[in-house]
């Protein structure tokens, strides 16, 4: 498996420990019988888990981009030393932001979400 597939795997491995952990605390917030419900009054999640929700979603939205930029990679066979480096990067970056949003760092947060948005950006770059 290439590099970029491997970031990839670990990068959707890190997506459903982030849906654990916000599911986890939006039980500790309102209760297993509201989240089984159909949701309809449940109230809007702060603190930690609100934090650990809009991290969840975050790297949702970062994943289609992820995922969609290394497949095509793999595909067209346009792998190379730069793109298993951002492929890399977002990982990691993703992890440390996921940690400092948790945590309630705003600013940081921001740096660690710019860093691997470089990531997606140099696999992008052997693409063009």
């Not at 290439?2 to 654990?20: C, G, K, R």
Request: proline share 2%; aromatic share 10%.
């Amino acid at each position: 498996m290439s590099p970029e597939l491997h970031f990839l795997l670990f990068s959707v491995v890190l997506t459903f420990v982030q849906v654990l952990v916000a599911a986890a605390a939006a039980n500790q917030v309102v209760g297993l019988t509201a989240l089984a419900g159909n949701r309809d009054d449940v109230p809007a999640m702060t603190g930690f888990a609100g934090r650990a929700k809009r991290a969840h979603l975050n790297m949702l939205e970062n994943m289609v981009l992820f995922s969609a930029l290394v497949l095509i990679a793999v595909v067209a066979n346009k792998t190379n030393s730069t793109t298993a480096m951002g492929a890399l990067i977002f990982f990691w970056a993703r992890l440390i932001y996921a940690v400092i949003y948790l945590i309630g760092v705003p600013w940081l947060r921001t740096v660690a979400w710019f860093v691997s948005v470089v990531g997606m950006v140099m696999v992008a770059s052997q693409l063009l």
